[in-house]
Nanobody, 125 residues
Framework: VQLQASGGGLVQAGGSLRLSCAAS????????MGWFRQAPGKEREFVAC????????DYADSVKGRFTISRDNSKNTVYLQMSGLKPEDTAVYYC???????????????????WGQGTQVTVSS
């Protein structure tokens, strides 16, 4: 599976961005999709995920109420709408695909087998 993330950029605090991640190579609708981020000097952390068929979602507490994950299986694309951005949201954002987990979508990084290249999000104060 190839994942191509896009949509990052520089935005002022309080602003919005929408990230996209286009998938190819396997049946997209069979994958739970996740967004993770990694700030300089920090470990990669979970942001949000969405279930393959039920579209159920889960969010990190730090982004709940500000970020929305969605997917369009007809376009093989997952989105992350980010609003109310804060300087602490600055990071490289990665999309990832999990074809193996059964049950609720997982926050665990090790469950995701395929990763995009990342897109930089920078929030200025």
């Amino acid at each position: 599976v190839q994942l191509q993330a896009s949509g990052g950029g520089l935005v002022q605090a309080g602003g919005s961005l929408r990230l996209s991640c286009a998938a190819s190579g396997r049946t997209f609708s069979n994958a739970d999709m996740g967004w993770f981020r990694q700030a300089p000097g920090k470990e990669r952390e979970f942001v949000a995920c969405i279930r393959r068929s039920s579209y159920s979602t889960d969010y990190a507490d730090s982004v709940k109420g500000r970020f929305t994950i969605s997917r369009d299986n007809s376009k093989n694309t997952v989105y992350l709408q980010m609003s109310g951005l804060k300087p602490e949201d600055t990071a490289v954002y990665y999309c990832a695909a999990d074809f193996r987990t059964f049950g609720p979508p997982t926050r665990s990084i090790i469950a995701y087998d395929y990763w995009g290249q990342g897109t930089q999000v920078t929030v200025s104060s």
